[in-house]
Every structure is written in C-alpha cells, then in structure tokens.
C-alpha cells in the first residue's frame, strides 16, 4: 500500500474511533445545531460546509495533488474531547474579612473559600475607607484557591499616604473567578 493509502486509511480508523468515542453516528441524516454552537452530526469530505450553518466555524477540503487529503475545521461547534470541568468556570467565592490593614501591616487579610469543584483564580477588592466612613482606596487582589480549598491572601494597601487614615476595610462577600 502506498503512504498515501495508509494516510487514508490512518485517518478513516482514527475517525471512526472520534466518532465512537463522542456518540456521533455515521448514518445520512445530521442533526443541525441548536443555534447555540452545537454543531451536532458529522461531516465527510464529500460534503459542503459554510459559516452559515448554525454549528458556526467553517470548513475547508483540498483535494488537489499538492495537498494530502484532509478537512480544515476553525471555530464554533463543540469539542468531542477534553476534560468539561477543566474548562468550566468556576462559581463566585465566598470572602471573609480576617484582619484590616494599619500601620504595622498595611494590607488587609482576607480567606478566599472556593466550594466549587474546580480550581480558580478569583478577583478580591477591598476597599480601605478612614473614619468618616470615606474611600482612601480600593485594591484588587487575583487569588488562586483549590477546588474546595480555602486560601488565605493578602491585599496590600500600596499607598503609603493613606495607611495612617484606615479606619475600615469593605468588601464584597463573593468574589468572582478572573
């Protein structure tokens, strides 16, 4: 056989297997998409695709002698592999004030508990206000938490100015994934 043929043929059993493997049958009748990006069905070489279609993406064939035969997929439609929760977001977490910032530690502490049950990276601001109630200022911290996991983390002032005002420390009970 030649290497083309066995290219042909590697690529026929390594599409049968994405097919087993993502339920997709090899049967006439496609399913459409949803309108949500579903792709749905699968595709041969032999038929025509566009970005009109509601899996989105598009789809190219070469079949001239300078090219091997194979299709050219870009966008849209969903993935057949991969693990969902890798690529899941994670829900808020949840954020509790442990300590304010003052002169001898000008940051504030706070716990970052992410209860979900994938890894994040969520986006804490506290805000330092004096004893007017008033805002000094207002920092954000990225804090990486462990899935189920609570991480303390420190947000520093970085205002030398306003450290000897802080009265107060403020800030928002859910923090959101970055």
Same mark, same amino acid.
Do not use: W
């Given at each position: 056989?030649?290497?083309?043929?066995?290219?042909?043929?590697?690529?026929?059993?390594?599409a049968l #297997?994405v097919?087993?493997?993502?339920?997709?049958?090899?049967?006439?009748?496609h399913?459409?998409?949803?309108?949500d990006g579903?792709g749905?069905g699968?595709?041969?070489?032999?038929?025509n695709?566009?970005?009109?279609?509601?899996?989105?993406?598009?789809?190219?064939?070469?079949?001239?002698?300078?090219?091997?035969?194979?299709?050219?997929?870009d966008?849209?439609?969903s993935?057949?592999?991969?693990?969902?929760?890798?690529?899941?977001?994670?829900?808020?977490?949840?954020?509790?004030?442990?300590?304010?910032a003052?002169?001898?530690?000008?940051?504030?502490?706070?716990?970052v508990?992410?209860?979900?049950?994938?890894?994040?990276?969520?986006?804490v601001?506290?805000?330092?206000?004096?004893?007017?109630?008033?805002?000094l #200022?207002?920092?954000?911290?990225?804090?990486? #938490?462990?899935?189920?996991?609570?991480?303390?983390?420190?947000v520093?002032?970085?205002?030398?100015?306003s #450290?000897?005002?802080?009265?107060?420390?403020?800030?928002?009970?859910?923090a959101?994934?970055?």
């Amino acid at each position: 056989m030649t290497s083309r043929g066995k290219t042909l043929e590697l690529t026929a059993v390594s599409a049968l #297997v994405v097919l087993a493997l993502t339920g997709f049958s090899t049967g006439r009748g496609h399913g459409g998409g949803s309108g949500d990006g579903d792709g749905g069905g699968c595709s041969s070489s032999s038929q025509n695709h566009d970005a009109s279609g509601s899996g989105g993406g598009s789809h190219r064939d070469y079949d001239d002698d300078d090219h091997d035969d194979h299709d050219d997929h870009d966008g849209g439609g969903s993935g057949g592999s991969g693990d969902p929760e890798a690529s899941a977001s994670p829900e808020d977490a949840t954020v509790t004030l442990v300590d304010c910032a003052s002169e001898e530690t000008p940051y504030a502490t706070v716990e970052v508990t992410n209860t979900d049950t994938v890894d994040g990276t969520f986006s804490v601001t506290v805000v330092f206000k004096d004893t007017a109630g008033d805002e000094l #200022v207002s920092r954000t911290e990225e804090v990486a #938490v462990p899935a189920g996991g609570t991480t303390p983390a420190r947000v520093p002032v970085d205002d030398a100015e306003s #450290v000897p005002l802080i009265d107060a420390c403020d800030l928002d009970s859910s923090a959101p994934a970055s």
